[in-house]
């Protein structure tokens, strides 16, 4: 199985700075036969499912304010928002879909 | 609008069995993988199960192989996950999602989640 580790477990930014959450994984989620990353990125607010921000990697949602980036390849992974406003606060979890079974970083957790 | 609706959760003694169903509404059900996901209270995410479009493919994790099965029902837009000889540590809310239509497998749409409790 592909384990996913993100850092930090937690995270306190200031409103209007930057935030940064990594996601490393065990393997390459790199296939070479397409050049895409297998790697997705989502928020999770209280009492709520998930939501895709980002997928292969890089691709943003649409919808998706573009405060939200992701960057990486390979095993090594980046969500940043550049400029965090109060409406960010949830846990972020990384998602590789290389191969079955699927698995989920453990989460960050984002606050103020 | 994607929408996806679950029900049949609630609470169930150790041992016991549960349905959960989830309907699909706002796209082409037929055409998409997909997928159930638990969250055991306060816990992260934990990928359950995949299926097929056309059902013929199924995928577990191997922790769960053998007491849940995953099926659906195109023709009614709804997707089930059967769980036998529920557990303790099975509690969780799970999440029905849509896979994307992509060539890729994540979860695009997911449900607002049934809460599966296992107590005596």
């Known amino acids: 199985d592909i384990v996913m580790t993100q850092s930090p477990d937690s995270l306190a930014v200031s409103l209007g700075e930057r935030a940064t959450i990594n996601c490393k994984s065990s393997q390459s989620v790199l296939k070479s036969s397409n050049n895409k990353n297998y790697l997705a990125w989502y928020q999770q607010k209280p009492g709520q499912p998930p939501k895709l921000l980002i997928s292969?990697?890089?691709t943003r949602e649409s919808g998706v304010p573009d405060r939200f980036s992701g960057s990486g390849s390979g095993t090594d992974f980046t969500l940043t928002i550049s400029s965090l406003q109060a409406e960010d606060v949830a846990v972020y979890y990384c998602q590789q879909y290389y191969t079955i079974p699927i698995t989920f970083g453990q989460g960050t957790r984002l606050e103020i | 609008e994607v929408q996806l609706v679950a029900s049949g959760g609630g609470l169930v003694q150790p041992g016991g069995s549960l349905r959960l169903s989830c309907v699909g509404s706002g796209f082409t059900f037929s055409s998409h993988w997909m997928s159930w996901v638990r969250q055991a209270p306060g816990k992260g995410l934990e990928w359950v199960a995949n299926i097929k479009p056309d059902g013929t493919e199924k995928y577990y994790v191997d922790s769960l192989k053998g007491r849940f099965t995953i099926s659906r029902d195109n023709a009614k837009n709804s997707l089930y996950l059967q769980m036998n000889s529920l557990r303790a540590e099975d509690m969780a809310v799970y999440y029905c999602?849509?896979?994307?239509?992509?060539?890729?497998?994540?979860?695009?749409?997911w449900g607002q989640g049934n809460l599966v409790t296992v107590s005596s």
């Open positions: 999602a849509r896979i994307c239509d992509c060539g890729g497998g994540f979860f695009d749409y």
């Open positions: 292969w990697a890089s």
